[in-house]
């Protein structure tokens, strides 16, 4: 099972993985990239892991595809869907991504994920998510 194949099957549940199951997927000097901030190390990138995997009940990946991509440093591009339900809410918050990774010797060196943290997080806020629906609906005409 390559790389790929093993971060596709840990995406597809990440509230099933432990913390260790991180050492399979990532180098101990990744380098993790998010819209919120960027983690250092695997160490860094277990603790940001355990304080998803408290809150969330569900975090489900729908991975679409894996691509590989010509480039100096990012050697694929993954188009997914997650599907998060956290603990103290009802609702399921649904988004489109992608994310960049850098492969090297069968292990994710780099790691970065696009997507629209509005939608994510601001939207799901009361009365700010009201504000952030608002100026979206404005900026679409």
Not at 10 to 23: E, R
Not at 54 to 62: I, K, T, V
């Amino acid at each position: 099972m390559t790389v790929l194949d093993r971060f596709s099957t840990m995406y597809a549940d990440i509230c099933q993985i432990t913390l260790d199951d991180l050492a399979d997927i990532y180098a101990s000097n990744v380098t993790f990239v998010d819209p919120i901030t960027t983690h250092h190390g695997l160490d860094d990138v277990q603790k940001y892991f355990a304080n998803l995997l408290e809150q969330a009940e569900r975090c489900q990946f729908d991975i679409s595809m894996i691509a590989p991509v010509s480039s100096n440093s990012i050697t694929h591009i993954v188009n997914w869907t997650m599907n998060l339900k956290l603990k103290q809410s009802d609702k399921l918050i649904t988004v489109d991504g992608n994310t960049q990774l850098t492969v090297k010797d069968d292990i994710i060196v780099y790691h970065k994920d696009y997507y629209d943290l509005g939608e994510m997080v601001y939207e799901h806020i009361p009365l700010l998510g009201f504000f952030v629906k608002k100026i979206k609906k404005r900026l679409a005409k």
